[in-house]
């Protein structure tokens, strides 16, 4: 129970990654708003759980983002961390990208930990400290063909943790970022159905890329992040950390047996 009496918000918090968190963080004892765009999804889920409030929010927009912190500290009484998750998946050669593509990748994936952040910092100084992480990817640091925008919407976000992690390290409030692999969500499933009628056959395909020959769990994605909210990570702050079953640490060179 290391968040009883807690107070989260977990934005992409109706499914995948996002509902994997938010269950893992109710499991041990947090009260969580569910910030997502999915009013259906989301308002199921927090009727689901024995502390959980469903927020409607486009992290894009600024006004949502203050809304959400508003509705975690008018209905809990605070705020304690913060996982920032939201994110969609774009491809597209950069020659084909329009303004609209642009300003919706880098909106969601990018922007929305921006306006996240800004209103999240001054809550949490208000409790005494806490902690954000960031969802970002494997595509920070190497990228597949057909996503410029969604890797470079990623790498930001990189630098966007660094930065706010230098800035108030002093105050107890700590940013990390995660970075997954493929992992097994309907967003992934999505992005394998543009590939193929068999969409559990190109997940497994993709899995087989990895090192540990499978796509990653979203349940083991939200272990990571509650264990870098929680009390356990205190020296942890302005760093980036994998779950991405080896991949990034694999040569894509295969010698004979």
């Given at each position: 129970?290391?968040?009883?009496?807690?107070?989260?918000i977990?934005?992409?918090?109706?499914?995948?990654?996002g509902?994997?968190?938010?269950?893992?963080?109710?499991?041990?004892?947090a009260?969580?708003?569910?910030?997502d765009?999915d009013?259906?999804?989301?308002?199921?889920?927090?009727r689901?759980?024995?502390?959980?409030?469903?927020v409607?929010?486009?992290v894009?927009?600024?006004?949502?983002?203050?809304r959400?912190?508003?509705?975690?500290?008018q209905t809990?009484?605070g705020?304690d961390?913060l996982?920032?998750?939201a994110g969609?998946?774009?491809?597209?050669?950069?020659?084909?990208?329009?303004?609209?593509d642009?300003e919706?990748?880098?909106?969601?994936?990018?922007?929305?930990?921006?306006?996240?952040?800004?209103?999240?910092?001054?809550?949490?100084?208000?409790?005494?400290?806490?902690?954000?992480?960031c969802t970002?990817?494997?595509?920070?640091?190497?990228?597949?063909?057909?996503?410029?925008i969604?890797?470079?919407s990623?790498?930001?976000?990189?630098?966007?943790?660094?930065?706010?992690?230098?800035?108030?390290?002093?105050?107890g409030i700590?940013i990390n970022?995660?970075?997954?692999?493929?992992?097994?969500?309907?967003?992934?499933?999505?992005?394998?159905a543009?590939?193929?009628?068999d969409v559990?056959?190109?997940?497994?395909k993709?899995?087989?890329?990895?090192?540990?020959?499978?796509?990653?769990?979203?349940?083991?994605?939200?272990?990571l992040?509650?264990?870098?909210?929680s009390?356990?990570?205190?020296?942890?702050t302005?760093a980036?950390y994998?779950?991405d079953?080896?991949?990034?640490?694999k040569?894509?060179?295969?010698?004979?047996?």
């Amino acid at each position: 129970m290391r968040f009883q009496d807690k107070v989260v918000i977990v934005t992409g918090g109706a499914k995948g990654i996002g509902e994997a968190a938010v269950r893992a963080f109710s499991a041990e004892g947090a009260a969580v708003v569910i910030a997502d765009v999915d009013d259906a999804a989301g308002e199921a889920l927090a009727r689901s759980l024995p502390r959980a409030t469903f927020v409607h929010t486009d992290v894009s927009k600024m006004a949502d983002a203050e809304r959400a912190v508003r509705v975690a500290e008018q209905t809990y009484g605070g705020l304690d961390a913060l996982f920032s998750n939201a994110g969609i998946q774009t491809y597209g050669r950069i020659e084909d990208v329009s303004e609209e593509d642009y300003e919706r990748g880098m909106g969601v994936n990018f922007k929305g930990h921006v306006w996240m952040c800004k209103y999240a910092v001054p809550a949490l100084r208000r409790r005494g400290g806490g902690a954000i992480v960031c969802t970002s990817s494997v595509q920070a640091l190497a990228t597949q063909t057909s996503v410029p925008i969604y890797a470079a919407s990623k790498a930001a976000t990189l630098t966007l943790v660094k930065a706010i992690a230098m800035d108030h390290a002093h105050e107890g409030i700590r940013i990390n970022a995660v970075l997954p692999g493929s992992v097994d969500t309907p967003l992934l499933r999505g992005a394998a159905a543009s590939f193929g009628p068999d969409v559990d056959a190109t997940v497994a395909k993709w899995g087989k890329m990895h090192p540990i020959g499978r796509v990653i769990k979203a349940e083991e994605v939200a272990r990571l992040v509650l264990f870098l909210c929680s009390d356990e990570a205190r020296a942890c702050t302005g760093a980036a950390y994998l779950i991405d079953g080896g991949l990034m640490a694999k040569l894509p060179v295969v010698l004979p047996d």
